[in-house]
């Protein structure tokens, strides 16, 4: 079992940057793929970025590619996503989330392949 609890939400003007931190329980979080999705009101869950076990590999959805970095810390237990150049669009409710696989996959790119779920943190950006 692994319980994920995020922080470093909140409310930044448009260019600005956030940095969500997702911490992590349990003895075996670096045999986990670690993801972040968000979800806007009104919207279905979508992903943003996702990081195998090492670090080695990540993922990025083409709407934040080039703005937001996905790294972890298999020491501290803990994934953080730096996000810069933030624009109103970016804002949503953002979720880490933990999958029983270590390398990332075609799966990666989807909710329903995650097993454990943070309770979310809220990123709201004004224009």
């Known amino acids: 079992q692994v319980q994920l609890v995020e922080s470093g939400g909140g409310l930044v003007q448009a260019e600005g940057s956030l940095r969500l931190s997702c911490a992590a329980s349990?003895?075996?979080?670096?045999?986990?793929?670690m993801g972040w999705f968000r979800q806007a009101p009104g919207k279905e869950r979508e992903f943003v970025a996702a990081?195998?076990?090492?670090?080695?590999?990540?993922f990025y959805a083409d709407s934040v590619k080039g703005r937001f970095t996905i790294s972890r810390d298999n020491a501290k237990n803990t994934v953080t996503l730096q996000m810069n150049s933030l624009k109103p669009e970016d804002t949503a409710v953002y979720y880490c989330?933990?999958?029983?696989?270590?390398?990332?996959?075609?799966?990666?790119?989807?909710?329903?392949?995650?097993?454990?779920w943070g309770q979310g943190t809220q990123v709201t950006v004004s224009s």
């Open positions: 990081i195998n076990w090492s670090g080695s590999s990540t």
């Open positions: 349990g003895r075996t979080f670096s045999s986990y793929a």
């Open positions: 989330a933990a999958v029983r696989r270590p390398s990332l996959y075609y799966g990666s790119y989807h909710h329903y392949t995650y097993d454990y």
